[in-house]
């Protein structure tokens, strides 16, 4: 009874809103405005009759929606989130902005240029069929790995079966220390966090007097099948970091692990913790999970139906092909990520013009079967590292073992790892945590270089064993600063590191170094 009063209420309220939509006092969004983050309604077109008239219909309809679909009482919160992510994907499909008849922005496209937008719409769509028929990756000629992309000067220093591992040269007379050392995930190529030169986080550490040291990961094949996590940790981090002591012996390491990397990193530490192994300074996490039992929507695709599912698969191909995972991505954010291009592609036949941060995401890896499997079974679902039941080398670590300074940065529009789930760390480790909550998603809010317009972020440290502050609380309390993260972090690391020195040398002496390619180097290419 209640929904059938809202939904009169609202029918009532548009047809109020039609009758009097000329009226000076009249608004263009008198009914309901669309979400800040909605794209879809910006143009100036929709504040036109009937189009206005019809997008406030669809966005009252949304709301109904979400009304009849979440908060439900005695209902599961898992059964309700299928229901809502279901019904949502529904509603994103049928919006106005997505047909050419109710999309003015089309129409206007369409007598401007006498038709000639769906030809060119035609064109995009046959293109996109051609290269998904084919299976070759979009053509990104501006952005080629190892000169415009991935394009810091450095040189490999270290190489295994899974790892190389990048020396980047120092741009500074002398330089701090400690090192860096960044741990990227291995679902995508590394260089998101080496982009284009302005917004190269690389560029910006080596311009700001640190050493910085870059794992870049094979890209497995089915031969590669039965690769287990632990061999990241063991042939990845355990690798890299004994790589740095013997280059840089005696020297404390700043540890950097962004997305699947940082919960990677967590484990490395949290062994190396277990082991009195004090070579971590510092440990910095990137939109990073330690505890997944609200990770998001993510968890939807993720059950033992569908993990028996995807392991049933993988044990034929040997490895979880590139289209899988953008797929799931994708519907995390239809809206933006599939509905709004197909609209701006086939319907107005134009095309977003390319940028690096696309090019990067073109550029997807695949994941071996065993490693993927003991990903989603000891972490996703069992929640074993939160749990204090994840096994390294016979042993359980846990968290708590933490010690070492740590900083980590949340997204605010994060759909892959929610910033509230990477809240969680303040309670799992005994250590000094500062905590970033930054403007933007995923990647476009880590990416961040100074100077770019549009960010801002909220920080706050919490001492070791002083009082834990809830996620709500905290964001009413921490201080908001207007523009890019990254000084923020240096800055925390300048405080944790020794006064300036001479730069090391380039790679450990090592005989086998000296064949080995400069930066990028080759998995990277793969």
Same mark, same amino acid.
């Given at each position: &009874?209640?929904? /059938?009063?809202?939904?009169?209420s609202?029918?009532?309220?548009? #047809?109020?809103?039609?009758?009097?939509?000329?009226?000076?006092?009249?608004?263009?969004?008198?009914?309901?405005?669309?979400?800040?983050? $909605?794209?879809?309604?910006?143009?100036?077109?929709w504040?036109?009759?009937p189009?206005?008239?019809?997008?406030?219909?669809?966005?009252?309809?949304?709301? =109904?929606?979400?009304?009849?679909?979440?908060?439900?009482?005695?209902?599961?919160?898992?059964n309700?989130?299928?229901?809502?992510?279901?019904?949502?994907q +529904? #509603?994103?499909?049928?919006?106005?902005?997505?047909?050419?008849?109710t999309?003015?922005?089309?129409?206007?496209?369409?007598?401007?240029?006498?038709?000639?937008?769906?030809?060119?719409? =035609?064109?995009?769509?046959?293109?996109?069929?051609m290269?998904?028929?084919? /299976?070759?990756?979009g053509?990104?000629?501006?952005?080629?790995?190892?000169?415009?992309?991935?394009?810091?000067?450095?040189?490999?220093v270290?190489?295994?079966?899974?790892?190389?591992?990048?020396?980047?040269?120092?741009?500074?007379?002398?330089?701090?220390?400690?090192?860096?050392?960044?741990?990227?995930? =291995?679902i995508?190529?590394?260089?998101?966090?080496?982009?284009?030169p302005?917004?190269?986080?690389?560029?910006?550490?080596?311009?700001?007097?640190?050493?910085?040291? &870059?794992?870049?990961?094979r890209?497995?094949?089915?031969? $590669?099948?039965?690769?287990?996590? $632990?061999?990241?940790?063991?042939l990845?981090?355990?690798?890299?970091?004994?790589?740095?002591?013997?280059i840089?012996p005696?020297?404390?390491?700043?540890?950097?692990?962004?997305?699947?990397?940082?919960?990677?990193?967590?484990?490395?530490a949290a062994? &190396?913790?277990?082991?009195?192994?004090s070579?971590?300074?510092?440990?910095?996490?990137?939109?990073?999970?330690?505890?997944?039992?609200?990770?998001?929507? #993510?968890?939807l695709?993720i059950?033992?139906?569908? +993990?028996?599912?995807l392991?049933?698969?993988?044990?034929?191909?040997? @490895?979880?092909?590139?289209?899988?995972?953008?797929?799931?991505?994708?519907?995390?954010?239809?809206n933006?990520?599939?509905?709004?291009?197909?609209?701006?592609?086939?319907?107005?036949?134009?095309?977003?013009?390319?940028?690096?941060? &696309?090019?990067?995401?073109?550029?997807a890896?695949?994941?071996?079967?065993?490693?993927?499997?003991?990903y989603?079974?000891?972490?996703?679902?069992?929640?074993?590292l939160?749990? /204090?039941?994840?096994?390294?080398?016979?042993?359980?670590?846990?968290?708590?073992?933490l010690?070492?300074?740590?900083? @980590?940065?949340?997204?605010v529009? $994060?759909?892959v790892?929610?910033?509230?789930?990477?809240?969680?760390?303040?309670?799992?480790?005994?250590?000094?945590?500062?905590? #970033?909550?930054?403007? /933007?998603?995923?990647?476009?809010?880590? +990416?961040?270089p100074?100077?770019?317009?549009?960010?801002?972020?909220?920080?706050?440290?919490?001492?070791?064993?002083?009082?834990?502050?809830?996620?709500d609380?905290?964001?009413?309390?921490a201080?908001?600063?207007?523009?890019?993260? =990254?000084?923020?972090?240096?800055?925390?690391?300048?405080?944790?590191?020794?006064?300036p020195?001479?730069?090391?040398?380039m790679?450990?002496?090592?005989?086998?170094s000296?064949?080995?390619?400069?930066?990028?180097?080759?998995?990277?290419?793969?």
């Amino acid at each position: &009874m209640e929904l /059938g009063r809202d939904a009169w209420s609202g029918a009532r309220q548009s #047809l109020e809103a039609a009758l009097h939509f000329f009226a000076p006092e009249h608004g263009s969004w008198s009914l309901i405005r669309p979400q800040p983050q $909605d794209r879809r309604f910006v143009d100036p077109e929709w504040e036109r009759p009937p189009f206005n008239l019809l997008a406030q219909a669809f966005l009252l309809s949304e709301r =109904w929606w979400h009304n009849a679909t979440m908060d439900v009482r005695g209902v599961a919160p898992r059964n309700e989130a299928i229901v809502e992510f279901s019904v949502r994907q +529904v #509603l994103d499909m049928l919006a106005p902005s997505n047909f050419a008849v109710t999309n003015p922005e089309v129409l206007h496209k369409t007598f401007q240029s006498g038709g000639e937008n769906f030809v060119l719409g =035609w064109q995009n769509w046959l293109s996109d069929w051609m290269r998904l028929v084919s /299976g070759k990756p979009g053509d990104a000629k501006e952005f080629v790995v190892g000169e415009t992309v991935a394009a810091t000067s450095g040189k490999v220093v270290f190489r295994n079966e899974l790892i190389e591992l990048i020396q980047y040269y120092p741009s500074t007379g002398k330089v701090h220390p400690e090192p860096i050392l960044v741990v990227p995930a =291995w679902i995508m190529k590394y260089y998101i966090l080496d982009l284009s030169p302005q917004n190269s986080l690389v560029k910006f550490l080596t311009d700001q007097g640190f050493t910085v040291f &870059m794992i870049s990961w094979r890209n497995p094949g089915a031969g $590669d099948r039965d690769i287990a996590f $632990d061999d990241y940790r063991k042939l990845g981090v355990e690798a890299a970091v004994t790589t740095i002591g013997d280059i840089m012996p005696g020297r404390g390491i700043h540890a950097l692990g962004y997305c699947l990397g940082g919960t990677l990193l967590s484990i490395a530490a949290a062994t &190396m913790a277990r082991d009195g192994d004090s070579r971590l300074k510092s440990i910095t996490l990137l939109a990073a999970q330690t505890d997944f039992t609200e990770a998001g929507e #993510l968890t939807l695709f993720i059950n033992e139906s569908q +993990v028996a599912f995807l392991e049933d698969m993988m044990s034929e191909r040997g @490895v979880l092909e590139t289209t899988q995972m953008a797929g799931a991505f994708q519907l995390l954010r239809s809206n933006d990520l599939i509905w709004s291009k197909l609209t701006h592609d086939y319907l107005m036949g134009e095309r977003a013009p390319p940028s690096d941060l &696309m090019a990067w995401n073109a550029d997807a890896t695949r994941l071996p079967y065993r490693m993927h499997s003991e990903y989603l079974r000891k972490l996703f679902l069992h929640n074993d590292l939160a749990e /204090g039941r994840y096994v390294v080398e016979g042993k359980p670590i846990v968290l708590s073992d933490l010690r070492a300074p740590m900083f @980590v940065v949340g997204t605010v529009r $994060d759909h892959v790892a929610p910033w509230r789930s990477t809240y969680k760390i303040h309670y799992q480790v005994e250590a000094d945590v500062t905590y #970033l909550l930054t403007s /933007g998603g995923h990647n476009a809010g880590i +990416v961040a270089p100074p100077g770019a317009q549009g960010h801002s972020y909220q920080v706050k440290t919490k001492a070791a064993r002083t009082a834990y502050v809830g996620p709500d609380e905290w964001l009413k309390t921490a201080p908001k600063v207007e523009g890019s993260w =990254w000084p923020e972090w240096t800055r925390w690391l300048t405080a944790l590191s020794g006064e300036p020195c001479e730069p090391p040398q380039m790679g450990a002496g090592h005989l086998d170094s000296q064949v080995l390619p400069d930066a990028p180097g080759d998995y990277v290419r793969q």
